[in-house]
Every structure is written in C-alpha cells, then in structure tokens.
C-alpha cells in the first residue's frame, strides 16, 4: 500500500496510531510486549489482527479471549465500528493495561474488558476470537460455552493453522464441531495469514 496503514482505519486513523503509540511504550514499558516488537507492530500485529474482520458478520458480538495487549481485539473494534467487543483477560496487569486503553481510546461504550480465565467466564457471543493464546484443543475446550447458537469460535493461527486443526481432528468430532481453514489477505500487504474456524456441527452459517 501507499499510504499509512493506519488510514485503512478510516475514521479511526487517529485512534489506531494512538492504540500503536500505546503498545510502543507503556505496552513495552509493562512488559505486555518484547522491545524489539516496536518495530513491527503495524505488520505484525495490527494488520495481522484486522485480517480476521471478513470472518465477523456485521454488529456481532465479540469476546477476544487472552487478549494480552488487546490483540487482535482492539484493532478490531477500531477497523469495525458495528462491533460490541469484550476483551477477557486472566492476569490482572494485562487487563489494567486493557482498561487504560480502552477509556483512552475513547471505546467505552461498545468494548469491554473482564477480567478472568476463559474456562470460567459465562457469556453467549456470535464470534469467539483467540490469537497465540493455546493449542486448539485446549482453546476450543475453554471457548465453546462462550459461543451463541449459529456462532463460531476463530482462531488466528497462521501458517500452523492446518496442522492444529488435523491434530484436533478426532477430538473436534467427538464434541460434534466442525472445522476449517481460511486462507485471510492480511490488508494493506501482501500477505496472508490462516484462521482455523470451528462451529457446532449442524448449525446455521451465520459467517461468510
Ligand atoms: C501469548 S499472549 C497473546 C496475547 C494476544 N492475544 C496476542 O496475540 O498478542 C496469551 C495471553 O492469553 C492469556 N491467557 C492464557 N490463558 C488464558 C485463559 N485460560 N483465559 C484467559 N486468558 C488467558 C495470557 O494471560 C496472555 O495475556
């Protein structure tokens, strides 16, 4: 692309360099991210997270479940306005960081942070996200109470998105799940990136 990558942010693009601004330095500072991250937040992290919006139907709701520093979840909900996000976090220092942000960013009114372990939260959202947070059978464990009826949990697991699925294989039927792979331009680059989306078997596509 030519321009900045936070103007694929539309009326967002101030709020996501400010989001960028906030990884590079309390993000580092707190120890949410290595320092040698600052450099490639946009790609890495960023773009990477807002690859997952094709896979999100208009006005969900969205849990981002571990969301660290808030990924892939806060770029979402800056790429995607029609989102309601809750961003569920179990360590106490990530999920201040997440609510320092979210107020800064001005995202009160339609992201939320919890602060709890996956297994034990209680929700009913349309899409369950999930970046490098755990292995997809134990991530699937955790996340499939979390899901609404019609709903689908996505994890972003780029290049080893095949491989994690096959592994789930037999456990992913026993459960009566289905999964997939979807192959994700990752905007503004070249890149693709994979997601592993899984769904209870028999239920309506409410996705793409
Ligand atoms: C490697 S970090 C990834 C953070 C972010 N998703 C990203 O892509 O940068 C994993 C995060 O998941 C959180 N986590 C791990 N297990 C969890 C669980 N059972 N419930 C909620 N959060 C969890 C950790 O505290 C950590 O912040």
Redesign the pocket.
């Known amino acids: 692309m030519t321009g900045h990558p936070a103007e694929l942010f539309g009326p967002s693009t101030e709020e996501i360099k400010q989001y960028v601004d906030i990884l590079a330095s309390r993000g580092v500072e707190w120890g949410l991210l290595g320092p040698r991250e600052g450099e490639r937040l946009w790609d890495r992290?960023v773009l990477n997270s807002v690859a997952l919006a094709p896979l999100l139907p208009e006005g969900a709701t969205v849990v981002?479940?571990?969301?660290?520093?808030g990924?892939?979840g806060l770029p979402l909900a800056l790429y995607r306005p029609d989102l309601k996000v809750t961003l569920?976090?179990?360590?106490l220092r990530?999920s201040e960081f997440l609510e320092l942000a979210v107020e800064e960013l001005g995202l009160s009114d339609r992201v939320q942070v919890v602060r709890?372990?996956?297994?034990d939260h209680r929700g009913s959202y349309q899409v369950v996200t999930?970046?490098?947070?755990?292995p997809l059978d134990r991530l699937v464990g955790?996340c499939v109470p979390l899901v609404a009826p019609g709903g689908a949990i996505v994890a972003l697991k780029g290049a080893s998105a095949s491989a994690e699925l096959a592994a789930s294989a037999g456990s992913l039927r026993r459960d009566r799940l289905t999964g997939v792979v979807r192959e994700l331009p990752v905007p503004g680059t070249d890149e693709v990136t994979w997601a592993v989306e899984i769904r209870r078997h028999g239920d309506p596509q409410t996705l793409s």
């Open positions: 992290h981002d479940v571990g969301s660290g520093a990924l892939p569920l976090e179990s360590l990530r709890a372990r996956a297994e999930a970046r490098a947070v755990a955790w």
